[in-house]
């Protein structure tokens, strides 16, 4: 049954609204180029020109009702209301040219309490796969109730934005209005934009009601206890987070409430760029009938995906529904943390492979969010380079980052939670001289998190950063748990962790007038400072 749009100013008849997934392949492979089906069963899509994020091209409507509650800068970049109507207007009258729309309404947030009903309104069926996997979906009864969404995605990413609007730079963009609960897409045809659409509207309004959105991962084991990994794209959250031994409650965008954690999404987006079946398994089987591969390269006969093609980009991505991975738990809740983990790719080998951070390290490493860029994940990214993203997520937040800060630091404090740093980058040289850290010697740190035997391991003060390193860990070397030990060249490795923390110290200027005597002692010590 088709349905209507008439509410919206799109007059399109033809509109398939949650459509079941075999529809939406029979759609992709009949009206989209480059659409294939993987021999294991997924949807091969292409995003087009942009095969990332377009995080410059963002904009926020500036309104009296929120611009006191908004940070703005260069992550929340304010864009007049009429340009945001004009660039609606744009992209309902592009939708109205076309012969069929597709339609997804489903839920962000596993809470009842806090979820929020999202509207997608798109012309690609593979756009409306991906939402289908990452939004949660309704049940029949849920969707007969839908009523008006909360918030609507008009996604008109094929046609370029007009640039002769008032702050729009180029022909792409993503804008956001809270007030009218919309966003516009214009000029890019990524689909993760939609998904990180949803995560800032989340990380608008959840603080409004003392919950802490965050951008991490979160697992269970098997006596209920929860930890969250924190990190940005590239650091392992997806990966290290779908653990064979503890259940998923979800890979990217959570919440933390009075009662506990809830997943935002109702899927998982993982890289795909070297996806290995060994070291990922579960993640490798779960690209099925109706995952949806992005960007990939493949085989024209066989259909076998290369995963190590990186012609497209390195930013290969696959979305599947959370229940794909076989443990995960539904629905996607959880008790308070036991353990929180920050995940860094640290390109310049600096940091040890785990450490321990105390309160007021947790603060000042949580405000300051060091990783690398991986490449692929941001347009013009091309190899791994340092930068600092507050709150492990500043592209997506609203809100100032000490907003969230103070929120987790809140919560740490009520239910005593473990804090640990892991570094997933390089070992052995910085990123060109060293080599990655081993997912095996990963997964052993974590177990001994878990298993609380790395709480209990005999520890020393790194000299510079403060934080307590672990001296032995089971299955990993004793070596490699002190960086400088995996430098040939000690004065180098010095060199290097004078260069990093002093990176860390210019940062954090930024926030260091609205910071306490005890979190400015958490900063590293640069150059005897």
């Excluded at 992709?28 to 997924?42: C, L, P, Q, T």
């Excluded at 509207?201 to 209920?224: D, F, R, T, W």
């Excluded at 997520?393 to 809140?410: I, R």
Aim: some cysteine; aromatic content about 10%.
């Amino acid at each position: 049954m088709s349905f209507n749009l008439n509410q919206h100013g799109i007059q399109v008849t033809d509109v398939l609204r949650n459509a079941a997934p075999a529809v939406l392949y029979e759609e992709s492979i009949s009206r989209e180029k480059h659409s294939a089906i993987a021999s294991s069963g997924a949807l091969i899509a292409r995003s087009g020109a942009k095969t990332g994020r377009s995080p410059k091209d963002k904009r926020v409507v500036q309104n009296a009702n929120i611009n006191d509650d908004v940070w703005w800068g260069s992550v929340n970049v304010g864009l007049e209301s009429a340009s945001f109507d004009a660039l609606r207007k744009q992209a309902v009258d592009y939708l109205n040219t076309l012969d069929r729309l597709y339609v997804v309404d489903g839920f962000a947030g596993w809470d009842p309490r806090y979820r929020i009903r999202i509207r997608v309104i798109c012309e690609r069926p593979y756009h409306a796969l991906f939402m289908h996997n990452m939004l949660i979906r309704p049940t029949a009864e849920e969707l007969s109730e839908f009523g008006e969404p909360d918030y609507v995605i008009f996604n008109a990413g094929c046609t370029p934005a007009d640039t002769s609007i008032l702050g729009v730079s180029n022909t792409t963009s993503v804008s956001l209005c809270f007030t009218r609960g919309e966003f516009v897409i214009l000029g890019t045809e990524y689909a993760g934009e939609m998904k990180k659409g949803v995560f800032t509207i989340m990380n608008y309004l959840m603080p409004k009601q003392n919950v802490l959105s965050m951008h991490c991962s979160a697992n269970e084991g098997q006596k209920g206890d929860v930890s969250v990994f924190f990190g940005l794209s590239g650091t392992g959250k997806t990966t290290l987070s779908a653990d064979p031994h503890r259940l998923l409650i979800g890979d990217d965008e959570h919440c933390w409430t009075d009662q506990g954690v809830f997943n935002i999404e109702g899927g998982c987006y993982a890289k795909a760029i070297n996806l290995d079946a060994e070291a990922e398994p579960e993640i490798y089987n779960a690209i099925r009938f109706g995952s949806v591969l992005e960007n990939v390269g493949f085989d024209a006969k066989t259909r076998e995906v290369d995963y190590t093609d990186g012609d497209l980009t390195e930013n290969t991505r696959c979305s599947y529904p959370v229940e794909f991975i076989p443990n995960s738990k539904l629905p996607c809740m959880g008790g308070h943390p036991k353990n929180i983990i920050f995940l860094t790719c640290d390109a310049f080998s600096v940091l040890p492979p785990v450490s321990r951070l105390g309160p007021a390290q947790a603060m000042y490493h949580f405000i300051s969010g060091y990783t690398a860029k991986v490449a692929g994940t941001e347009m013009g990214v091309t190899e791994p380079e340092a930068t600092f993203s507050a709150c492990f997520g500043a592209p997506f937040l609203v809100w100032h980052p000490t907003v969230y800060a103070e929120l987790l630091a809140k919560r740490i404090r009520e239910h005593n939670v473990d804090v640990w740093l892991v570094n997933t980058g390089w070992t052995g040289g910085a990123y060109g001289e060293g080599e990655r850290m081993s997912i095996a010697h990963t997964r052993a740190i974590l177990d001994a998190i878990h298993d609380g035997s790395l709480k209990r391991s005999a520890m020393q003060a790194d000299p510079i950063f403060g934080f307590d390193v672990p001296l032995t860990c089971p299955n990993v070397p004793d070596e490699v748990l002190i960086p400088s030990n995996t430098w040939k060249d000690k004065a180098a490795y010095d060199a290097m962790a004078q260069r990093l923390a002093g990176l860390f110290h210019d940062n954090f200027a930024a926030y260091a007038g609205q910071a306490s005597e005890e979190l400015l002692s958490a900063a590293p010590r640069a150059n005897g400072n």
